[in-house]
Every structure is written in C-alpha cells, then in structure tokens.
C-alpha cells in the first residue's frame, strides 16, 4: 500500500487555511491535507496520525500542552515576523509572505525539519531519491544529465550558462529542459524548483 502522508491544518481563519492547503498540495501531491477549524474538531480525528500540524498561534496558546509534546512536528503560523515567547522552540511560518517566498519558506521548512530526509519515517524517506549519489536514478526517468540541467534551472540558470557549465550545446539544453518537463509532467519553472528540492535534488538555500 502506497504511503500517504497526512497533513493537518488547524485554525479559524478559513481564508488562510484554504490557501495554505493549496500550497501544500501543490508541493506535495501526494500529502492529504485536512483543515479544521477548531482544536475540538481536530481531536476527534486520531491527531497522532499527521505527519505534521500547521497551527495558528491563538491554538498554541489554547492548547499548549498537546503540541509542546508533539513540537517536532508542529509549524506555528505568525503574522509578520513577530516573535513570542511560548513560539521559540517552535518551527514558524509566516503566512504574510507571497507565494513565490511563501513556497521558497515552506520548502527551507521541510529541509530543515527533516535534515534531508534523515527524520523522515522509513516509507517517507523512502520516497525520497538519493540526490547525493554519483549515478542518480529517478522514478520519472530523468537521465544524471537531465538531473544536472534540472539544478541548473532551478539555480536561475539561463540557456546559455547551462550550456557553458555542463560543457553541451545550447541546442542540447533545450532539448533536455523540454524531455524534464515533459517526464515530469511539470510546465513551469516554480514547479521544477518544488519538485527538485522536495526530492533532495538541491538545497532550499541556494536557490
């Protein structure tokens, strides 16, 4: 059976919950995401099985004692760069940024908690490929020259600098860009930067 990671989404603000969600399906495809409104309704739904809890602050507040327990897997989520107290040993997103840096923190988030991939549970871990190998192999197909051309884009590359750092053609750049995305089945740019460092391909920061 195919493991599914589940992601919980606690807080009243319904505007908010929505849209985070949508982040993260967009990055994790493969997660099913819940909301819930409130701490009384996310109990009564077996909370120990979320791999993570992305909760408001009001939530922390009110409830402090279930999730200072569970704090390796919750995100606290703040308006601005406010810092409090009863947060600082908390993983926090700010929910103020736009999307592009709101998906670049999110992604900092997952590489951060999960060293990697080292934290993650064993069926976890093992949907993650090893980027750090010489022969690289992947699900999708992409070849360890479509790999290098997928970091390099990601980096912010432009045809020409690839070419000149793999040492190929420009000619053979386009060809490798289109084969990504078409293996892949991703047609943007943002979409190939989630994809390769969710999979371990690049880190966060460097992109």
């Not at 009564?44 to 999730?67: K, R």
């Not at 908690?113 to 549970?121: K, N, S």
């Not at 053979?172 to 990504?180: A, C, D, E, L, P």
Request: aromatic share 8%; hydrophobic share 45%.
């Amino acid at each position: 059976m195919k493991f599914l990671p589940e992601i919980a989404i606690i807080d009243a603000n319904t505007l908010s919950s929505i849209g985070l969600q949508n982040l993260i399906e967009k990055m994790m495809p493969e997660a099913v995401v819940r909301k819930f409104n409130s701490f009384e309704s996310f109990v009564c739904d077996t909370p120990d099985m979320y791999f993570h809890y992305f909760i408001s602050s009001q939530i922390l507040v009110e409830h402090s004692a279930f999730f200072v327990e569970r704090k390796h897997k919750t995100i606290v989520l703040t308006y601005g760069r406010i810092t409090m107290p009863h947060i600082a040993n908390f993983h926090t997103l700010n929910i103020c940024l736009d999307e592009e840096m709101m998906i670049r923190a999110l992604l900092r988030l997952q590489q951060s908690a999960h060293a990697g991939g080292l934290h993650l549970p064993p069926k976890m871990r093992k949907m993650m490929p090893a980027a750090n190998q010489q022969n690289w192999s992947e699900p999708n197909g992409l070849t360890s020259r479509e790999i290098e051309v997928l970091v390099c884009i990601v980096r912010g590359m432009a045809n020409k600098e690839i070419a000149e750092e793999l040492n190929i053609s420009i000619t053979t750049v386009i060809s490798h860009r289109k084969n990504i995305m078409e293996k892949l089945n991703i047609k943007s740019v943002s979409g190939l930067t989630i994809y390769a460092v969710m999979n371990g391909y690049i880190e966060a920061d460097r992109i």
